[in-house]
């Protein structure tokens, strides 16, 4: 079983849609939680970085994490095409970061 | 532009044979790290270096090796190709801040062994 589990998708949505993207954890060592946003051919970046449980809200992305379930999610309101590409959770414990395999969304005019 | 640069941008080299990645951390950043991207595994964390001295290991190959200089730029050299090591390698450079560290990532070396 993998650290970290997250839904390869694709995902597929009409632009203005929310969109929540998920990642599972096996892992009670990791205290850092980030989502990343991959374009094709390009390296991630970083999106949402959190600590603590619960929300942090950052335009029209908010992150959530359930520490008790081992479960975070990246929610992403009024969804653009601009936003096609692939999200990517990571996770640290100590000095190794873990990342999702990533999902891959489209969003489509 | 994350501020982190990685030579050369593609390789295409043949199975046996050595390649050396290189990979400049943003100014002021003290911490490297390398990561593997294939479609079947991911991202995989390689190797870390923090001020010239490896700090971290991960499932990196004996085949590969690493190391970070006194400017601080570091190399990543794999050997001995096969085909299964062509993947997108990423360099990336961290920063760590009260809430944590946080790591930027170049764009990365697409690698192809035929």
């Known amino acids: 079983q993998k650290e970290v589990e997250q839904d390869p998708g694709p995902l597929s949505v009409p632009e203005g849609a929310i969109v929540s993207l998920n990642c599972t954890y096996s892992?009670?060592?990791?205290?850092?939680f980030m989502w990343y946003r991959q374009y094709s051919r390009k390296g991630p970046e970083l999106l949402m970085y959190t600590y603590s449980s619960g929300n942090k809200e950052d335009g029209r992305f908010t992150a959530q994490v359930d520490k008790s379930s081992k479960y975070i999610s990246l929610f992403i309101r009024d969804s653009q095409p601009s936003d096609s590409a692939t999200y990517l959770c990571?996770?640290?414990?100590?000095?190794?970061?873990?990342f999702g395999t990533g999902t891959q969304l489209k969003v489509e005019l | 532009d994350s501020g982190v640069t990685q030579t050369p941008k593609h390789l295409i080299t043949a199975t046996g044979q050595r390649v050396t990645l290189r990979c400049s951390p943003r100014?002021?950043?003290?911490?490297v790290y390398w990561y593997q991207q294939s479609l079947d595994q991911g991202l995989q964390f390689l190797i870390q270096y923090y001020n010239g001295e490896e700090r971290a290991k991960g499932n990196i190959l004996e085949r590969f090796s690493a190391q970070q200089f006194p400017d601080l730029h570091s190399e990543l050299n794999l050997s001995s190709l096969e085909l299964g090591d062509s993947a997108l390698y990423f360099c990336a450079s961290s920063v760590t801040t009260g809430g944590g560290e946080t790591q930027y990532f170049g764009p990365g070396t697409r690698l192809l062994v035929l």
């Open positions: 990571a996770m640290r414990g100590g000095n190794k970061l873990t």
């Open positions: 892992n009670s060592a990791f205290q850092y």
């Open positions: 100014s002021g950043d003290l911490s």
